[in-house]
Each structure stands twice: as structure tokens, then as C-alpha cells.
């Protein structure tokens, strides 16, 4: 059964970045579409940058210009990296892979 690994949440202040990171146990990884999703509490979980299998990425407007999905298929981990972040930006960020979902890391934006 194939897992996903999750890593690199924490907290960081407004203006900050981080970088998260999902690594697969399984062998999908090449063939997949990949995806990062955030929950902010009292929210419903939403798409904050995908990659198709083509490697063509997209962004909603709210991170366009300050994250950046990227992915490595030989190490099976697709990243995120969140440059000027915001108070806003707080949430559970959960990677998606080919329908299967990480258990889920806390990214808290505060000063």
C-alpha cells in the first residue's frame, strides 16, 4: 500500500518561508498527478498548487508568485516551497499523490 510521508511544517513569522516535503513508499509516484491542499481551521481543505503528469503546475490566485510546487521523481517526493508567507497561509498542509493523501503537517504563520 503505498504511503506518503509528510515533513517541514512549523512555525515561521509573516515575511518567512518554509519548505515542505512528501515522499512516497510506492512506485505511482512517476506516473501521478501530485498535489499540496491546505485546511485552515473552521475551512473547507483547498488546492494551494498541483503538477500533472506532464509537469505543467498551477496555482490559485491567493499563492500565485509565492509558492512553488516541484517534485523529484528518482527520490519520490514532491515539494513545496512557501516564500512570503502570510497569517492567512496558517493550516494543515496535506500532499496528494494519484488519490492518496499524507497524514498532514501544521504550518503556523505568526509573529
Known amino acids: 500500500q503505498v504511503q506518503l510521508v509528510e515533513s517541514g511544517g512549523g512555525l515561521a513569522q509573516p515575511g518567512g518561508s518554509l519548505r515542505l516535503s512528501c515522499t512516497s513508499s510506492?512506485?505511482?509516484?512517476?506516473?501521478?498527478?501530485m498535489a499540496w491542499y491546505r485546511q485552515a481551521p473552521g475551512k473547507q481543505r483547498e488546492l494551494v498548487a498541483g503538477?500533472?503528469?506532464?509537469?505543467?503546475?498551477n496555482y490559485p490566485d491567493s499563492v500565485k508568485g509565492r509558492f512553488t510546487i516541484s517534485r523529484d521523481i528518482a527520490k519520490k517526493t514532491v515539494s513545496l516551497q512557501m516564500n512570503s508567507l502570510k497569517v492567512a497561509d496558517t493550516g494543515v498542509y496535506y500532499c496528494?499523490?494519484?488519490?492518496?493523501w499524507g497524514q498532514g503537517t501544521q504550518v503556523t504563520v505568526s509573529s
Open positions: 503538477i500533472n503528469r506532464g509537469g505543467t503546475t
Open positions: 510506492g512506485s505511482i509516484f512517476s506516473i501521478s498527478a
Open positions: 496528494w499523490v494519484n488519490g492518496v
